[in-house]
């Protein structure tokens, strides 16, 4: 039988850094594309902003961004500028510390991540190579 000290008093926990931020440039953009309708799309709300890293591309990983209807059980929640971001839980120690951008330049317009994990990236700009964040 385990018996607690009622003296002992447990602190309280520091609050955890976010995994993923947003710019505010980002954050705008992502607002209001959750915001229009979407042709052919149910009126429903949007769970949030799914982010991800799949493997792929010529430097061996891909990030993912998508709007999810819905938010899966064992996704981590960060919520950032007003947006609700939904990070699988199997890219977590891949995009701690990573800020979601959002640039328009003469030719095109999009989501940019800084990423302290990336090592590399191919020349397209499409793929890169992420290490895992180790704690340090």
Known sequence: MVVLNPTVVSRPRRPRPKVVTLSDAAAERVRAIMAKPREGRVEK???GLRVGVKNGGCAGQEYVLDYAE???PLDEVVEDKGVRILIDPKAVL???GTEIDYETTKLASKFVFRNPNETDACGCGESVTIIPATGN
């Open 45 to 47: 709300p949007y769970a």
């Open 70 to 72: 819905t938010a899966n």
């Open 94 to 96: 891949f995009l701690i």
